[in-house]
C-alpha cells in the first residue's frame, strides 16, 4: 500500500480538494489523523510544495483563528519575523 500511496500523492501533483479519491477520507482517517496532535479532530492538508508555503498556510491559518475567536478582522493583524531566522 505505502508503493501505490507515494505514486498516487507524491509523484503527481494531484489536487485532492477538487477530485479526491474515492478512499481519500479513509486514508486521511486511518494515515494523518493518529498522528494529528492529541484532541485534534481536524486537518488542513495545504497543497503547497515547499517549507515557507506551509509557513504561510500556517501562518494564515493561526491568524484567522484568532481573529474569529477575538471578534476582529485579520487586517490589522501581523507576525513579527526575526533577522538570521529560518524563513525570518
Known amino acids: 500500500m505505502g508503493t501505490d500511496l507515494y505514486d498516487r500523492f ?6 485532492a480538494s477538487s477530485l479526491p479519491s ?16 492529541k484532541d485534534m479532530l481536524q ?7 515547499s517549507g515557507a508555503e506551509a509557513n504561510e498556510l500556517a501562518i494564515a491559518a493561526a491568524l484567522t483563528h484568532f481573529a474569529k475567536a477575538n471578534n476582529t478582522s485579520v487586517q490589522g493583524l501581523s507576525v513579527l519575523g526575526f533577522d538570521n531566522s529560518n524563513h525570518g
Open 22 to 37: 474515492h478512499d481519500f477520507a479513509d486514508l486521511v482517517r486511518e494515515l494523518v489523523m493518529p498522528v494529528a496532535p
Open 43 to 49: 486537518v488542513h492538508l495545504g497543497g503547497g510544495s
Open 10 to 15: 507524491v509523484t503527481h501533483k494531484v489536487d
